[in-house]
């Protein structure tokens, strides 16, 4: 259900996761398929989940500005930038040393709150299988992966500021799509497998059948990998992910050992829509907008920010200034946005603008996801089954299925659980002759 959603997320990575036995239903007849499913009231439990689940997220929006903050208007970012240029010498090294500083330093203020959410709260929802162990290795692992991509590649955007002053978020925004696309057909091979195994599915009758489904879907060669995620969590889900050679459809394994073969079937074809309908591709062509809209909130915002608060870099003639001439030195230490010691500013700033936008990426991001359940329900005609698979997904996530105005505009990438069943319960216009939306793609 769930694509890995890049946008803003890689911005901040540039500096900074068996099958039981399925069981043989009889096959439903079309008329079953049309039975309507009611949406569950979500239990006590669900609703705390959601609830203390929003007050989370704010926390994560106060640390995610908070923290940066800190560090530029104590003066440690530039402190931590001559302990870098000490120990690197040159700027390519300097840039390196203090990016893999910057993010030792920010992963152990956040560690309380990381710990807080990634493993004591899903434990206390029962919704977690991981012990402290696998817990506390996958954290650093990600650290390693945001460490190397950091160390690799943050010199890129200095040296454009630093080159073009001007135009800098336009270039870095161009260099962007390209990246992207590097790194959305490198994930799937080189960091996915860090965290989890990965393997072709181990029911071959049911993948056969999922093939078969593929192929109606107009999908040819299409790769379905069975990932160990019961590892992990008791939370059920799928994605797409990959570009080119690397495209493929992921399953978790909690999500074939609970959900019925129609169930898994509707599920595949809703992935199979965002296959199809090419979704990953135009997510990234969509990042590119947003990315060159937050670049350039950065540039602007940024200036302001050091013209207010940074060091002067030409004080004015003595006597003339308004601090008579002498340098003033400012609360961040540097002054200008190609110093390195920028780099705090540029994450605050881009998650203000990611918070600002995200009411319009979450909004394409559903109209994706509906159509991805258009699709599904085009091609499998199994509505009821698909209504059925999602009241199992509420259930086991512990999801609100009508969450409200807040968490639909900030935080929903995928329309509520209620209106999903919905659309199951009423669309359906093959019973009355209408044209499919994507009957086109299919093949018979
Ligand atoms: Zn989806």
């Known amino acids: 259900m769930h694509r890995r959603w890049?946008?803003?997320?890689?911005?901040?990575?540039?500096?900074?996761?068996?099958?039981?036995?399925?069981?043989?239903?009889?096959?439903?007849?079309?008329?079953?398929?049309?039975?309507?499913?009611?949406?569950?009231?979500?239990?006590?439990?669900?609703?705390?989940?959601?609830?203390?689940?929003?007050?989370?997220?704010?926390?994560?929006?106060l640390i995610a500005i908070g923290v940066p903050a800190l560090l530029l208007f104590s003066g440690a970012s530039a402190r931590l930038r001559q302990i870098a240029h000490r120990v690197g010498h040159y700027w390519f090294f300097e840039v390196g040393v203090y990016v893999a500083l910057y993010l030792a330093i920010t992963f152990l203020i956040d560690l309380p709150f990381l710990f807080y959410q990634g493993y004591v709260r899903p434990h206390a929802y029962g919704l977690s299988n991981q012990d402290l162990g696998r817990w506390s290795g996958n954290v650093l692992k990600s650290l390693g992966v945001s460490?190397?991509?950091?160390?690799?590649?943050?010199?890129?955007?200095?040296?454009?500021?630093?080159?073009?002053?001007?135009?800098?978020?336009?270039?870095?925004?161009?260099?962007?799509?390209?990246?992207?696309?590097?790194?959305?057909?490198?994930?799937?091979?080189?960091?996915d497998p860090l965290f989890n195994h990965f393997g072709s599915m181990k029911d071959t009758a049911l993948e056969r059948k999922i093939l078969d489904l593929a192929g109606r879907a107009g999908i040819d060669g299409s790769r379905v990998f069975e990932v160990d995620k019961s590892r992990d969590t008791k939370a059920v889900n799928a994605y797409v992910t990959g570009f080119l050679g690397t495209k493929r459809i992921v399953l978790w394994d909690t999500l074939i050992a609970k959900l019925d073969e129609p169930g898994l079937l509707?599920?595949?074809?809703?992935?199979?829509?965002?296959?199809a309908l090419g979704h990953v591709v135009r997510s990234v062509l969509l990042s590119s907008v947003v990315i060159l809209c937050s670049l350039f909130f950065v540039d602007r915002a940024g200036r302001w920010a050091i013209a207010?608060?940074?060091?002067?870099?030409?004080?004015?003639?003595?006597?003339?200034g308004p601090n008579g001439g002498t340098p003033a030195a400012g609360r961040f230490g540097f002054d200008r946005l190609a110093d390195v010691a920028a780099v705090p500013l540029i994450l605050l700033l881009t998650h203000v603008s990611a918070v600002l936008l995200a009411p319009v990426v979450n909004a394409y991001s559903r109209h994706q996801e509906f159509e991805a359940d258009r699709f599904a329900l085009e091609l499998t005609r199994t509505?009821?089954?698909?209504?059925?698979?999602?009241?199992?997904?509420?259930?086991?996530?512990?999801?609100?299925?009508?969450?409200?105005?807040?968490?639909?505009?900030?935080?929903?990438?995928?329309?509520?659980?209620?209106?999903r069943i919905d659309f199951c319960n009423t669309y359906h216009p093959w019973t009355n002759g209408a044209p499919l939306v994507y009957g086109g793609l299919f093949r018979r």
Not at 14 to 19: G, Q, R, T, W
């Open 6 to 61: 890049i946008v803003l997320g890689l911005l901040t990575l540039l500096l900074a996761a068996p099958a039981g036995a399925n069981e043989q239903e009889a096959p439903t007849t079309m008329g079953g398929e049309l039975e309507p499913v009611a949406v569950p009231e979500p239990t006590p439990l669900a609703r705390r989940y959601h609830e203390t689940g929003n007050w989370i997220w704010a926390g994560d929006q």
């Open 147 to 191: 460490m190397a991509v950091g160390v690799l590649f943050a010199w890129v955007p200095f040296a454009l500021i630093s080159r073009a002053p001007r135009r800098w978020w336009l270039y870095l925004t161009l260099l962007m799509v390209p990246f992207l696309f590097g790194v959305m057909l490198v994930k799937p091979v080189w960091v």
């Open 266 to 275: 509707f599920v595949m074809g809703h992935e199979m829509g965002h296959y």
């Open 308 to 320: 207010r608060w940074g060091a002067q870099a030409h004080p004015h003639p003595p006597g003339t």
């Open 383 to 419: 509505n009821h089954s698909g209504a059925k698979a999602f009241v199992k997904l509420q259930v086991e996530n512990l999801s609100n299925p009508r969450p409200g105005l807040f968490y639909k505009t900030f935080r929903a990438t995928h329309p509520s659980i209620g209106e």
